[in-house]
């Protein structure tokens, strides 16, 4: 499977809706070595270059870090003028060992959102830098993190994250075509499983569990030992916006959708009018969403099927007490 990077999506049509000019650059959907990445972005020769480490499945912010490294690195080496900045799950959780590497010259704490609008409207200066809320950044070689910005509350939720800049995603021949589901997703059939997208209609887990890091992002303390446990909050985007993302989406011919809430089937207020829009516009999609064993509400399982929905994920945890007690699930 290959998904559409969801985070770094995010981002952009956030900062063009602020009038920033953005490009995407997907080195994994288009098998680019770092050779290669580094041309293409000297191609465009941005005023930043951000790296969006985020991946749905948990660990990937931190595996994505070994190859964010080795090309920014590269990058670095034969174009030192160029300001990098590193942003994702694995750099909230640890924002000074990121900042520490030597090609990183800023990074985003949290989710990134109003802080990368911040720096934009920045000249990268030191005496600039210092003023950014959200931010770290170096200062004669030693890491500085500055005051913390809010993520994005949850009224602004439509309007400072605006959606998806799908149209900025590479394809081959037609949008999405170098995106993949799962085999499993695609019914065992290869025809179904392109061109394929991931969608979040909320973000975050109201949960608190000590092992999960799902939240991290949501981190608006920079001490030490600040865990994602203390950062629990959920936010949504309002089901009218998110059925207009799914209409674009059908638009341009996708039909297989991985829905990546942790917490998906959770809040009827949201995910209720969500299915029964797109059982009423006849939408045609394929799609899996994630659940947990205690909040799945049977009475709703129809309309999922209706709308599409026909795979739950459930974190399935230790049918021990004990164990369930010691890890604080």
Known sequence: AIESPTWALLLAQSCRAKGFGVGILDCGAERL?????????VEVNPRLVCFVMYGQNPNSGTASMVGAERLGKLLKEEHPEYVICFVGSHVSALPKEVLALSCVDTILLNEGVYALHNLLRTDFSDLSLGKVKGIGYKKDGMPVLNQSERVVPQERMDIDLPGYAWDLLPYREKPFDLYRAHFWHAGFNHDFRTPFAAIYTSLGCVFKCDFCMINIVNRMDNADGVSAGNSSGMRFWSPEFILGELEKLALMGVETIRISDEMFFLNKRFFEPLMRGIVDRGL?????????????????LDLFKQAGIGWLALGVEAGN???RKEISK
């Not at 070595?33 to 972005?41: N, Q």
């Not at 045609?284 to 709703?300: E, G, I, N």
């Open 33 to 41: 070595s770092a050779e290669e990445s580094v041309k293409r972005i």
């Open 284 to 300: 045609k999609l394929r799609m899996w969403a994630y659940s947990r064993v205690d909040t799945v509400q049977p009475q709703y």
């Open 321 to 323: 007490q004990f164990v």
